[in-house]
C-alpha cells in the first residue's frame, strides 16, 4: 500500500565538531522519504523555492518519490541553519531560520493522492498539518510528528489534531512536555489518552518505548559510536515505522513490533552521515544486516 | 557457590513525595544482600554501631545472610538523610551524613570467608575495599561498584582498584564522569580498558549496557510507574547480579544476559518501595512472574 507524507523539504547549513555542511537536504519530510521509500512508493507534499538544488531533487526522484503534490514557486526554499557543539548531540542549537516559501503555503494535495491509505504528518506547523489532513479521504493509518516549538506556540490545534490521529510519535522531552508527566510509562498512557491508539515515544541514544491498549515494549537503540549528526533521525525512525507498517496487511502485535525494529535501525544510519548521505545509499541487505546485529544486540537470548 | 559481599550498612532517613521514613536498614551491603541472597548464601562484611537496630539484624539473618564479618562496635552506626524532590528521583538531594563507626573502620574477614570464590566489592570508600581486597584469597570473580563522590576525592586509588577486579558495575553518570566520554558505548569500551572483563552501564530507567571483548548488548529497565524510592537500586541490581553468576558454573554469553536480566528485574522491585521494604520480601515466584512479563516487554518477537 502506498505512503503518503506531508512535511518540510529544507536546506540545512550545519556546523558540526566533525565538519561543515552547506545546503544539504533537509526537512523532515526529505528524511522520512529515505527510509520509507525503502519499503513502499512514496508520494510527498511539501514547498520548495526556485533557489532549491536540482540535485536533490533528483535524489527523490531517484528514491521514486512522488512528487505530484510537492510545489516550486518563486521565493526561497525553507533553509535551516544549526550546530552541534561540543560532542552534545542531544540538543542543536539554532543559528538562523529562513522560512521562506512556507510562509503563505498552502499545501494542494494532488486528486490521484487524497485516497491512499496510509498518511504521515511529518514535523511542520500544525496549520498545515491540520489543511493536508482537510484533504484526505479515510485512509488506514495516519501518523502525527511535531515538535516543542508547536507544543509551546500552537498547542490548542496541536492537540485538536493529536486526537485525530491513529499514531502519534513524540521524543521523550516532548512528551514529557505535552503531558506534564514526568515518567515516560505514565507520559505514553496520558498521550493515549489524548486520542491516538498507537504511541511511540523516542528516547534517542536510550532507543524507544512503545504504548497501545495492548501491547506495550521498549527496544534499546542500535549502538553507534560515531555520532556525526543526529539530525532527521526522528524523521528517519517514523520513515521506517510507516513505511512497513505500510506493507503490512494488519496492524497486529508482530507487525508493530517489526516495524519499531526496522525503525530504529533506520535511524541509527542516519546519525552515521550528515542530513541524509548516509541514508540515502541505504540498500535492502545493507538494512537486513545491520538488523541482525540489532537483534543479536537486543535480544534476551544469545543468538 | 557462596558470595561475599563488603558495603555499608546504614540507617537510612528518607523524605520523597509520598512519604517518610526514619531508621530504615539501607548501606550499599544491605541493598545488595536482598537479591542476591534471593540467589546464594551471602556472607557480608561491614560495620555497624550500638545504636542499630535488632529488627534490621534479624532481617539480614532471616535472609540467610552470615554476619560474622559484620563487626558491631561502641558508636553510631553510618547514618544518611536524604530527600527525592518534586518526583524527581534521578538524583537524591542529601541533608545529612553521619559517618560514625565508619571513620577508623578496620575490616577483618573471617578466615573462612576469605576463600569465597565470588566477591562483589559494593559501594564504599575505595580505601576500605581495597583492605577487603587483599584478604580475600583468589576468587573466581570480583565485580566493584563505587559512586561521583570516590571518583572526585579517591580517583587514584579507585583506578587502581579497578584495574584488579573482573566485573565493574558503574551509573551512566559515573561512566562518563570516569571516562571523560559521553558516547556510552565508547565509555563501556574506556572502562573495559581500565581492566575489567566484564563492564556493566546501568542507565536508570532506560535499562543497562553490557560490554565485554566479545559481548555487547542492551535491555531496557522493566517499565515502573509508580516509583517510590530509588535509594539502592543499583546496589539490588548488583546483587541479582553476582548472585546469578555466582550460580552459574560458567561464565559464557547465556550467563551473562540472564544475570542482567534477573538484575534488571530486581531492581525494579527496589524502587517500588521505601528502603528494602518491597526488596526484602521478594519470593522466587514473584520474581519468575515479573521475569516473564519482562521477556515480554522487551523481547523483539511477540512472547
Redesign the interface.
Known sequence: MSLFVSGTVALDNLKTPSGVRKKMLGGSASHFCMSASLFEDVHLAGIVGKDFLAKHLQLLKNKGVNLSSLQRTNGKTFEWSGEYKN??FNEALTLKTQLGVLEGYEPKIADSQKKISNVFLANDDPIIQNKVLNQIKKPRLVGLDSMNLWINIRKKLLLSLIKKVDLFVANDGEARMLTKE?????AAKALRRLGPKLIVVK?G???V?FYSDDL??????Y???K?LDPTGAGDTFAGGLMGCLAQSKRLN??AL?QAV?YASVLASFNVEGFGVEKTSRLTAPMVNKRMKEF????????C
Chains 1, 2 share one sequence.
Open positions: 560532542g552534545n514526568n515518567n515516560l510509562i505514565k528516547k541514544e536510550h532507543g518505548l506495550m515494549f521498549s527496544f534499546p537503540a549502538p553507534v559510536e555520532v502485535k508482530e513490533k525494529l537483534l543479536k544486540f537486543m535480544h534476551p537470548i544469545v
